[in-house]
């Protein structure tokens, strides 16, 4: 969605499920993204899969989008320090979606989203707190910057060098 409006930034899409890879080929190619390199595997729990880490090429951002309501709240350690290891010392981690605020949802659609995802059996599953992820950033020397209110009851996390 992002690199047809930022035609100047060159976007490195990664995911666990390399299934999916197929299907961003495909969309790179339909909409004649050239801005948008090859997907790889990341594996948040895996440091061997955190890519370019041994090229010691940084990223000015990282976005992980819709990922903490499905993952558990243990890949937070994960992602905090892959991103600590890839972002530039300006570079910042956004993470979207939807999230709880110290112990509480911000909405009864947030807390009926939060039940039905629980329901599906899986113990994972359901909205993470944003105080979980500042924990495991502080571990890395990551700081939450900005909090920002997004439509459908979601937010925008950034995060960011201390």
């Known amino acids: 969605y992002f690199a047809p409006h930022f035609e100047h930034i060159h976007f490195h899409p990664s995911d666990k499920d390399v299934e999916v890879f197929d299907n961003i080929k495909k969309l790179t190619v339909d909409h004649a993204n050239d801005n948008i390199a090859d997907p790889v595997h990341l594996d948040l729990t895996q440091p061997e899969t955190w890519f370019n880490l041994d090229k010691k090429e940084h990223f000015s951002a990282i976005f992980c989008i819709n990922i903490f309501q499905v993952a558990p709240i243990s890949i937070a350690d994960g ?10 010392k300006e570079g910042i981690l956004l993470i979207y979606g ?24 899986v113990s994972e599953w359901g909205l993470k707190d944003v105080a979980d992820l500042k924990k495991a950033a502080d571990k890395f020397g990551l700081a939450l910057k900005e909090q920002i209110d997004m439509p459908a009851n979601n937010f925008s996390l950034i995060f960011g060098r201390k």
């Open 98 to 121: 939807p999230f709880q605020v110290e112990g509480a949802f911000t909405t009864p659609s947030n807390k009926e989203f939060h039940d039905t995802l629980s329901s599906a059996g």
């Open 79 to 88: 992602m905090m320090e892959c991103a600590s290891h890839l972002l530039t």
